[in-house]
């Protein structure tokens, strides 16, 4: 799937960056003049992003006449923009590495992956195809574009978008992350199958049942 503005025409593009430039939204007059499109094509295309909840009608600016509609990027709409979280949060594992070393990085990630689950709610379906589909659906919303699959007898869950694939190429053990999320929010043990920064076609995963403590 085809993510940020790269999945809009041209014209869509241009109208999103000019209303990223206007801090205080922007008229559809103004934006006539500057795509150099008509009236007609400046509304389509504002309803079309406003159906999709990335642009909003905000209150006009008043100017003593008569008040002209004017438009700005909602928060969903800003998110299309670039951002360069790769490179500080590698800087961020690096310096934590640096200072605590490697395990306790490793220890640290995996709290995280399991306080981000427990801020959801907990993954109901208990065994399957149901609970491949439903951890697969958790995983699509964080963008691993994530699908229920079946091996043999087996349903498991693939995701062919690592979210954090350039920071885990430097930094294998984010992986943990991963981990311990699907972990908590499932309440059972996953194992990492194929991974896609270990040369695999997708990050695949199996999950089972928990080992129990001996008695």
Known sequence: MTHGLARFGDTQQRLLRQLLLSRDGIGVEDLCQRLHVSHNAVRQHLTALTVRGLVERIAPVPTGGRPQARYALT??????????????????????????????????????????A????????????????????????????????????????????????????????????????????????????????RGGHVCRFRLSEPSRAPA
Not at 79 to 87: C, M, T
Not at 95 to 114: D, P
Not at 141 to 164: I, K
Not at 176 to 186: G, Q, S, V
């Open 75 to 116: 928060p969903e709409g800003r998110e299309l923009f670039p951002r360069n979280y790769g490179a500080i949060a590698a800087a961020l594992v690096a310096q934590l590495q640096a200072r605590l070393g490697e395990n306790e990085v490793g220890a640290l990630l995996q709290e995280l992956g399991a306080t981000v």
């Open 118 to 197: 427990s801020t959801q709610p907990r993954v109901q379906a208990g065994s399957g195809e149901a609970l491949a589909r439903e951890l697969a659906q958790r995983l699509d919303a964080l963008g691993y574009e994530a699908v229920p699959a079946r091996h043999g007898d087996d349903w498991q869950v693939e995701a062919f978008n690592c979210v954090f694939h350039g920071l885990a190429k430097q930094h294998p053990q984010v992986c943990k992350f991963d981990l311990a999320y699907m972990e908590a929010a499932t309440g059972k043990r996953v194992h990492h199958m194929e991974c896609i920064v």
